[in-house]
T-cell receptor
Framework: NAGVTQTPKFQVLKTGQSMTLQCAQDMNHEYMSWYRQDPGMGLRLIHYSVGAGITDQGEVPNGYNVSRSTTEDFPLRLLSAAPSQTSVYFC??????????FGPGTRLTVT | DQQVKQNSPSLSVQEGRISILNCDYTNSMFDYFLWYKKYPAEGPTFLISISSIKDKNEDGRFTVFLNKSAKHLSLHIVPSQPGDSAVYFCAASGGQGAQKLVFGQGTRLTINP
């Protein structure tokens, strides 16, 4: 089992560009989420999904869109990248004991 | 408003000694607490958790203590090993949407030989 995979590992964008961060899981977990990690701020929840077709906002949703058409995939879209979105992004799934399994992360730089 | 706080950004401990990492929370609705360990360039990995109905949970070298009245939890690692050097995050959840975790800022633990 691959667990949670994320692509790409690294990305550099110019201000105003758009892109999609991919996340896939093979653990058959219903719940998936996206976090961003910034120095001194821990991990902050961007968006989450409790199942296919259902998404909701987390703590810091502005500037990001998500969709969940399948159980396996949960892509995160940056609509118009800004330097404030420079961060490391983690996708995670949750099992029935509320233990989260994280992907390896995508390091994004917006110039 | 930081609902989960780890006030020590870093901690240095000698190999073989006890490492104690602390975490405070403010939201009384939190009823489940977790610790995650993170190595550079990797995602966090689950370490140990505790429900609010308990005050202690042990797993090998790792023990988590919960003091609900003080809204404080701690992670004890005994004995500390070089491979324990990492960033440790505490996280909390509770009420509706229990899968939504609130994370602390993290503590960087360095184990010295």
């Amino acid at each position: 089992n691959a667990g949670v995979t994320q692509t790409p590992k690294f990305q550099v964008l110019k201000t105003g560009q758009s892109m999609t961060l991919q996340c896939a899981q093979d653990m058959n977990h219903e719940y998936m989420s996206w976090y961003r990690q910034d120095p001194g701020m821990g991990l902050r929840l961007i968006h989450y999904s409790v199942g296919a077709g259902i998404t909701d906002q987390g703590e810091v949703p502005n500037g990001y869109n998500v969709s969940r058409s399948t159980t396996e995939d949960f892509p995160l879209r940056l609509l118009s990248a800004a330097p404030s979105q420079t961060s490391v992004y983690f996708c995670a799934t949750v099992n029935r004991f509320y233990e989260q399994y994280f992907g390896p992360g995508t390091r994004l730089t917006v110039t | 408003d930081q609902q989960v706080k780890q006030n020590s950004p870093s901690l240095s401990v000698q190999e073989g000694r006890i490492s104690i990492l602390n975490c405070d929370y403010t939201n009384s609705m939190f009823d489940y607490f977790l610790w995650y360990k993170k190595y550079p360039a990797e995602g966090p990995t689950f370490l140990i958790s505790i429900s609010s109905i308990k005050d202690k949970n042990e797993d090998g070298r790792f023990t988590v203590f919960l003091n609900k009245s003080a809204k404080h939890l701690s992670l004890h690692i005994v004995p500390s090993q070089p491979g324990d050097s990492a960033v440790y995050f505490c996280a909390a959840s509770g009420g509706q949407g229990a899968q939504k975790l609130v994370f602390g800022q993290g503590t960087r633990l360095t184990i010295n030989p």
